[in-house]
């Protein structure tokens, strides 16, 4: 198979690219490669705005990158396009690719393209955003777009692909200007991976935490509230509560103290962290006798003042604080999406002071406690080193140092990691940690970071051995990320069938008739008292029904409780994890709750 790409010093070249600038590099063919795959859904892209354009003649297209989830274009047409129009531009693509025009390349300067374009005030929009003197467009047939590439040679290897979804999207992501069409697409090499990846977004949809929280009555949102700050039920309380107590007793055996720092600070405060420079856009602010304050969108300011409190010692280190800190940050509107992405949520957050020595330790204490967790819960895990972002505080020496020091740690333990190039916080660098779920999907999870810069900003110290002032080392973890996001990812990696240690009820109660009501209560006290709950399902209601609603709740186990069962104190269970029915004394059936409900430890 011929080269679809090169690969020259890390970067994909495509073959008009390598053949304009007499490159050569490592071949890149047609297959499922990250490298290919780019390529690939770049060019089908722009085969989807080549049919768009035949089918709506007056659309006027903006960007149509490739993303994590295939690619998409933006767009604008007088005509409002549906889900149902999919089968139809999809229909118009496989008729364009079977002419297999080839993908020209062409070079003019921006100028030019500003005169060529000058009709179309979305052209004009991307032109704005390119800083180069010279711009690239690529031809396929009767279209064109600006583009950087990499493209296919020619339009006819784009053969298994398939529309997703329609949405809007703001212009440039900003909700003060116009909103245009966003299609998304997929595409692969071969038809078998294709097929997979539908079955996979079937299968996602089924599991859609969205819909499961609902179902299952765990969390809302509600208009008059506000996008992006969900509201938990009973039933999502109960559960978030379980997964809470957990990790404090895990936290507290790793020797980390319970603080909490206030949720509005001066901003000034903000202005020393370096956050109101780098991360203003994204927070909240308010005044407070004509001072100015931030809703926080971190717990790190907040965690150095409780350490200034008072003073250190090298004996002291490490200092480990945790905090399920409530913090703010502003996602645009189009951004928000269930419990993955709001505007208020909780993390698990904590901060390690240290001394420069105990970096390493604490790093792999940190990866222990991470995998602990994660296995617990059955997610596959990578963890990704993320260096230098364009907007960061410090000097290049720091950031050196702190990248260093993590890779070393990584290498000294046989710990695998790939390296994400400018994904860092502003402060430093860290390492991500991406779980993959049930249906093999990836999750950006926790964190764990390392910082030089906020001590040194805040002239943290502590007394050395030799009395000297030292400045301590800062690591930043959240390893859940966020209960809100956790929460979503496990509910959709479970299908709501949670393990029986955080389901949000462990047992569904079901009296017969009215004269089993006061057993029913009588099992559900014993069961909180020995930590479980459970729901008294006694609606004037058919059994059948009571047990059709009880399923629907997929709590793990349903008890059926009669005359016989009061009579001798035993409890006729249904479990839905193992599918079985059986019969335990009373005794019996509590004694084995509280077994699976502590059967975790963190």
């Known amino acids: 198979m011929s080269a679809i790409a090169y690969k020259i010093d890390n ?9 304009e600038k007499a490159l050569s590099g490592e071949a890149i063919e047609l297959d499922n490669s990250n490298e290919a795959l780019e390529v690939l859904r770049h ?34 047409t007088s005509e409002k396009i549906s889900e149902a129009d999919l089968k139809k531009i ?24 500003r005169e060529k374009f000058k009709d179309d005030h979305l052209k004009q929009a991307v032109l704005d955003m390119i ?37 809007g999207a703001y212009l440039g992501g900003d909700s003060q200007n116009e909103m245009l069409t966003r299609i998304y697409g997929i595409a692969f090499a ?50 978030r509560s379980r997964l809470e107590s957990l990790l404090f007793k895990a936290h507290r055996k790793r020797g980390y103290e319970p603080v909490r ?47 200034e409190d008072e003073l250190h010692s090298y004996r002291d280190l490490p200092i480990k604080y945790f905090e399920y800190g409530v913090v703010h940050r502003h996602e645009a509107s189009g951004a928000l999406h269930g419990l993955f992405r709001v505007r208020e949520f909780t993390q698990d957050d904590a901060h390690i002071f240290c001394r420069a020595d105990q970096i390493e330790e604490q790093i792999i ?26 907007k960061a505080v410090g000097n290049d020496e720091v950031w050196e140092v702190s990248t260093e020091a993590l890779k070393n740690a990584m290498e000294r333990h046989n710990l695998p990691y790939e390296i994400d190039e400018g994904g860092g916080a502003f402060y430093g660098p860290k390492i991500d940690i991406k779980i993959t779920d049930a249906i093999g999907r990836e999750w950006q999870c926790g964190t764990v970071q390392l910082d030089f810069n906020l001590p040194e900003r805040f002239a943290l110290e502590y007394n050395a051995d030799d009395n000297e002032k030292v400045q301590p080392v800062m690591i930043h973890r959240a390893i859940l990320g966020s209960f809100e996001r956790f929460i979503g990812i496990l509910t959709e ?98 004694s084995l709750i509280q077994t699976k409900i502590n059967e975790v430890n963190f």
């Open 11 to 19: 970067e994909i070249i495509d073959t008009q690219t390598a053949e």
């Open 43 to 76: 060019s089908t892209a722009h085969l989807m705005a080549q049919a768009i354009k035949r089918l709506y003649p007056d659309a006027e297209f903006y960007v149509g990158p490739v993303v994590k989830e295939g690619f998409y274009y933006d767009f604008k």
């Open 90 to 113: 999809e229909k118009e693509m496989i008729k364009i690719a079977k002419k297999k025009a080839p993908i020209n390349k062409y070079t003019i300067t921006k100028e030019e393209a």
């Open 131 to 167: 800083p180069d003197e010279n711009v690239s467009i690529y031809e396929q047939g009767d279209f064109e777009d600006l583009c950087r590439g990499p493209h296919l040679p020619n339009v006819g290897l784009i053969r298994n692909f398939k529309l997703t979804k329609v949405s």
């Open 190 to 239: 071969d038809k078998e991976s294709l097929k997979k990846h539908m079955e996979m977004l079937a299968e996602a949809e089924k599991r859609d935490h969205r819909k499961i929280g609902r179902e299952m009555n765990l969390f809302t949102f509600r208009e008059e509230v506000g996008a992006g700050f969900p509201i938990w039920l009973p039933a999502g309380g109960r559960m």
């Open 261 to 307: 720092g206030p949720e509005l600070l001066r901003s000034d405060l903000w202005m020393v962290s370096g956050h109101y420079q780098n991360y203003g856009e994204n927070m909240y602010f308010t005044e407070i006798d004509d001072v100015e304050f931030g809703v926080k969108p971190m717990n790190c300011v907040g965690h150095i003042k409780v350490y």
């Open 365 to 390: 204490e940190v990866i222990d406690f991470v995998d602990k967790i994660m296995s617990t819960f059955e997610f596959d895990y990578k963890m990704m080193i993320s260096t230098k972002p364009e």
């Open 493 to 590: 990696h479970y299908a709501g069938e949670f393990p029986m240690f955080i389901a949000p009820t462990q047992v569904a109660i079901i009296p017969i008739a009215e004269s089993h009501k006061e057993y029913a209560k009588e099992i559900h006290d014993k069961l909180i008292d020995i930590g479980a709950d459970s729901e008294i399902y006694s609606k004037n209601e058919s059994l059948n029904k009571r047990v059709r609603t009880a399923e629907k709740a997929r709590t793990p186990m349903l008890i059926i409780l009669g005359d016989e069962e009061m009579a001798n104190k035993t409890i006729a269970i249904r479990d839905r994890r193992s599918r079985e029915q059986y019969n335990l004394s009373e005794e019996e059936f509590l």
